[in-house]
DNA sequence: ATAATGTCTTTTATCGGGAAAAAACATTTT
DNA sequence: AAAATGTTTTTTCCCGATAAAAGACATTAT
């Protein structure tokens, strides 16, 4: 077994999902970028659905014939990618207690733990590694550097100077550029969930990484819009594994970024430079409170 | 041939280095900690010495016999790692003309150039990507970003904020830290090499990295300190690429350097503020002057 | 003539295997 | 008993091979 098909898997179950909006679907080629795959993945999935009677397949027509059912849908998890099982085994390894500071990274562990070959657990590690958390010993294994508080505050002393910029910069674009509009539309969604907070909090923190993105990608460097990668992914995890307080957090922070919109609006750089300084300060003091006491000895 | 012995045979020539010096070798695992190689790797080395007839060994003792010539060396070329390799042979094709932004980048086709397995070539390429040359497109090519003009003024911008922030660090650390002692040694290192600099002006481009290095450490803050790898790897390169007014641009930053030390001595920060600035704009001007006009042109 | 479909080719993603190098364990020497 | 040497095991690095997926070319339909 050289490759798993869940490219072909995942595209299948979300073109099953289109089934039920309309009669008879397009093309092959529009498909395929509706799906964001090949013509050779279409025609895969355009087979399977004429084979399990979803529709009639003939050259250009594409009839669907009935509604899909629980059952015709791939199975949740052979959908996602070797890269993102492999990413999900580390990530909970890694802030699961006993991931201490200095621990040695083994791959074929790894790779036999996960039921992986070595090749993609590499490929992982490498990839990882420009997030700080890990470091590579010639010829030799990885070492975990540890999330510590060390580690959390150097990621904030970074994201702070580059939202700061990116921010000043976000003022500075012309009345014609199309963020505007683009916030605009942040601001509404924002009002949207503030006034649901109680019972939508949770979806807050894929807001939250548009919000930034929006700002950062002003700066229109990529090393700052690529920084952003590792502030996502920490913040990723870290909301899946530290809950508490996670509704009233969510609240404030919905709010600070209300004050921060209508700092940007306002086109004043010392408004917005308070605006942001705000809510960076509480977003490092949530990403700090959530550091486990055993985690803040710093490495050696 | 799965894995090739490169790391034996540059230590091996090493150690061959280290008989000019002494009339017997230490022990197998001190002279493991002076290679940076494991003592298996020691082992094979002193078997080969022993061969050639360049010392006498049994157990603990290990004479010197004759002094190496020339041809008891290996070849240089067969020193490097594969990974060397592929990014001399990677560089070389990004910095050539016709090396265009939006240019396909092929895995198996630089594989078969280079003659090596595409696993490397994925995995320098992953490595690589930190650098914000190329850009990876799932499940399909990668993407030349291209050595613009706009790279350049991107990397700058990270580099005097980081540089800037390190700067101001460095002279708020106590009196008793190692890196005073350190700036001093810099500093004569500085001052032996502007008085040959018309002869040894190509011994530069290393002691500024040196000292580069030293001040972004008194950041500590690891993303700052890797962000130097991008600039230590654009640098390497491009030096390599454009020779031109060598001379008299090292004979000038040396001078920038001599001041920014003399600032960093001063401890004030105002000075070292205007000290750092003025490198750094002509480190930029250098930079940007090398990019050819056909590259000028933003990617799309 | 454009855009779709049908077919064939190339490239990517991933595994297993094997030599190089590291690391662990056992034994000897000082 | 501490540190070296001798021996064995494990891990890393890298290749070749193969299915999945993408891409290119040829053919047909509007």
Redesign the interface.
Request: glycine share 4%; proline share 0%.
């Given at each position: 077994m050289s490759k798993s098909n869940n490219?072909y898997k995942d595209a299948f179950n979300r073109c099953l999902r289109l089934l039920d909006e309309t009669k008879s679907l397009p093309s092959e080629p529009e498909l395929g970028t509706l799906l964001g795959v090949s013509r050779t993945t279409v025609r895969s999935i355009l087979s399977r659905m004429e084979e399990t009677g979803l529709i009639a397949w003939n050259k250009r027509n594409k009839t669907v014939l009935r509604s899909p059912r629980a059952e015709d849908f791939f199975p949740e998890e052979e959908t996602d990618s070797l890269a993102e099982i492999i990413e999900r085994s580390f990530m909970r390894r890694l802030l699961a207690e006993g991931a201490e500071a200095g621990m040695q990274i083994n791959e074929l562990e790894l790779a036999r733990e996960i039921g992986v070959g070595t090749?993609s657990v590499?490929?992982f590690l490498?990839?990882f590694s420009?997030f700080?958390l890990i470091e590579k010993r010639r010829?030799s294994h990885w070492v975990l550097?540890g999330f510590t508080r060390a580690?959390a505050l150097?990621?904030t002393?970074?994201r702070e100077?580059f939202e700061l910029?990116s921010a000043s910069a976000f003022v500075a674009l012309p009345e014609d550029s199309g963020v505007w509009v683009d916030l605009d539309s942040l601001e509404i969604e924002h009002r949207e969930l503030a006034s649901e907070i109680a019972t939508r909090f949770n979806e807050f923190s894929e807001l939250d990484e548009r919000f930034h993105r929006l700002i950062h990608r002003a700066s229109?460097?990529?090393?700052?819009v690529?920084?952003y990668d590792?502030i996502a992914m920490i913040f990723h995890y870290h909301y899946q594994w530290n809950k508490a307080e996670e509704r009233q957090r969510n609240a404030v922070a919905v709010q600070e970024h209300l004050a921060y919109i209508a700092a940007l609006k306002s086109r004043d750089p010392a408004k917005v430079d308070v605006a942001c300084r705000k809510h960076l300060k509480s977003a490092r003091q949530t990403l700090l409170s959530s550091i486990p006491e055993g985690r803040q000895v710093q490495p050696a």
């Open positions: 490219v090749t590499r490929e490498i990839r420009r700080g010829n550097k580690f150097e990621l002393e970074i100077m910029r229109h460097n990529r090393f700052i690529d920084f590792v």
